[in-house]
């Protein structure tokens, strides 16, 4: 999508604070004992609430209102009767559509007590998450986001998943220019134009390559290969002349 109006970036904008106060009201009330279902119930009642509608639900008949991956898990993780526990790594990525325009958003979180090394990791990842925000520019190249992104793991030890990337996204939860990597990629020459709409949300990991099916019962969650801790932070950004905008912040 590219934004080609004040009518359309308020739009925008409205359903992505709706994202981005799911997602925060699901962190807030995330507790060893409670299960990723109750967990989900919450973000649902927030999109219910303000009238919008689960994007992968309405995309991909995907069976919770929001994805929940724990652990070993780096990605669509489906609700249910997993019970968190103490020390669990939890992702929580709310995708939503309302008046017809999408936003999508996620972040990491430990339930106490916090393990350090995974602590410095969930620190870590919001950080390279806005290090790619800020290599955002209408007229700059998509490839600078993902070499961004890849200096700045390279620099402090970690890897990035690279089959997992940032997405166009606005008139549908993945729209034009397609799939964008949040890794160095040679081959990515494309040019960011302005008003283009899209996420920007890497994946990093200690030690983590790609991501595959968790199992053959399960089509949709995905784990890390080889077995590593991971984490994901996702916003959804207008590229312009003067940079990002973020649309998916509760306030």
């Not at 649902?44 to 509608?53: E, I, P, Q, S, Y």
């Not at 081959?187 to 134009?193: N, T």
Request: charged content about 25%.
């Amino acid at each position: 999508m590219t934004i080609t109006s004040e009518e359309e970036l308020e739009r925008l904008k409205a359903i992505g604070r709706i994202c981005a106060i799911a997602r925060d009201r699901m962190a807030e009330a995330l507790e060893p004992g409670m299960t990723t279902q109750e967990l989900d119930d919450i973000g649902r009642k927030v999109l219910d609430d303000h009238g919008a509608r689960s994007a992968p639900q309405v995309t991909y008949d995907f069976p919770g209102a929001t994805c929940i991956s724990v652990n070993e898990e780096v990605a669509h993780g489906i609700p249910g009767q997993r019970v968190i526990g103490p020390g669990d790594l939890v992702n929580i990525d709310v995708s939503a559509e309302k008046d017809g325009i999408f936003a999508d958003t996620g972040a990491s979180y430990i339930v106490p007590p916090a393990n350090r090394r995974i602590e410095r990791l969930c620190r870590d990842g919001k950080k390279a998450m806005w290090t790619g925000i800020r290599a955002v520019k209408a007229g700059g190249r998509l490839a600078e986001i993902g070499e961004a992104i890849g200096r700045f793991a390279g620099t402090n030890g970690y890897t990035l998943l690279r089959n997992l990337a940032s997405h166009g996204i606005g008139y549908g939860l993945h729209d034009e220019p397609g799939e964008i990597p949040t890794w160095p990629d040679r081959s990515e020459r494309r040019r960011i134009g302005d008003g283009l709409v899209f996420t920007v949300e890497p994946f990093l990991s200690l030690g983590g390559q790609m991501a595959e099916e968790k199992s053959l019962n399960d089509p949709w969650t995905l784990v890390s290969v080889p077995a590593a801790p991971c984490v994901q932070y996702e916003h959804t950004v207008v590229a312009t002349r003067r940079g990002a905008v973020v649309v998916t912040l509760a306030a």
